[in-house]
């Protein structure tokens, strides 16, 4: 019986992963294969490397290809685009058990993600602040802020993750008195790359709320919840200034 061209290369591809392929198996027997499985191997340890900057340079090439050896046998790519491979490698880090010591590694690993998903979005027009001369206080209560897709922030609540990962992508040293304390992370891509901020527990709040669909007034009450002392004004001006948002929506 013959095989279709999609069936012989879903099982290639199976093969190529060690993944059983019992129609293949004249071929995948042959010491030659193995140069295939081998080069494939290789293309998704660079990209994982190349994806991951900051914790290569945490933890150094030799232990990062090694690390990236096993989660590329454990999870392969499914999208051609290898520089979105590495979806699930904080998750992997995280219980990696050579990893134990570096009890950050997962989340810094986290945040060059998120430089990526930026990176990689498409650009959308953003929020123009001559568009909101001539509103009322009331008009931009009601109004929807929508972060744009461009747009990625996290909030780490236990460890000084920004600072390990910006002093690292930006190759700096890390002061000896660095404050274990929460941070968050703002990037935003844009045409020239991405840009990167920092972000207390407030601003993280608010991006989550008006990512939810909450108006510019619940949005900044939620925020103000969790950070009693944030000022709303000063955040506002700061992520407008980053380019954050779409153009404002009334409904």
């Known amino acids: 019986m013959k095989t279709s061209l999609g069936t012989f290369q879903d099982a290639f591809v199976d ?16 010491a030659a294969f193995e140069v295939y499985r081998n080069t494939v191997l290789k293309g998704c340890v660079d990209a994982l490397c190349d994806n991951f900057p900051t914790v290569e ?40 058990e050579p990893a134990r010591g570096l009890p950050y590694l997962g989340a ?5 993600r998120l430089w990526t998903e930026a990176f990689v979005a498409p650009q959308e027009t953003q929020l123009d602040l001559a568009s909101l001369a001539g509103m ?23 460890q000084p993750i ?10 700096l040293p890390i002061p000896e ?11 935003v891509g844009h045409a020239e790359g991405v840009a990167w901020h920092a972000l207390k527990a407030g601003g993280c709040a608010f991006l989550d709320a008006c990512a939810a669909g909450n108006n510019l007034d619940r949005a900044s009450a939620l925020a ?15 992520l407008l200034g980053a ?9």
Request: aromatic residues 12%.
């Open 15 to 30: 093969a190529l992963y060690r993944r059983p392929a019992p129609t293949l198996r004249g071929m995948t027997t042959q």
């Open 57 to 96: 340079r945490l933890v150094g090439t030799d232990w990062i290809r090694s690390a990236a050896a096993i989660h590329a046998r454990e999870m392969p790519p499914d999208d051609t685009r290898l520089i979105l491979y590495g979806e699930g490698f904080a998750d992997f880090l995280d219980a990696f």
């Open 108 to 112: 810094v690993a986290r945040l060059d």
């Open 136 to 158: 009322t206080a009331s008009d931009l209560a009601a109004g929807h802020l929508e972060p744009r897709a461009c747009v990625r922030w996290c909030w780490f609540s236990e």
């Open 162 to 171: 920004y600072s390990i990962w910006r002093y690292n992508r930006e190759t």
């Open 177 to 187: 008195e660095l404050p274990w304390q929460g941070e968050g992370a703002l990037l």
């Open 224 to 238: 103000l919840q969790v950070q009693p002392d944030l000022d709303f004004h000063d955040l506002l001006g700061r």
């Open 243 to 251: 380019g954050v948002f779409r153009p404002i929506n009334l409904a």
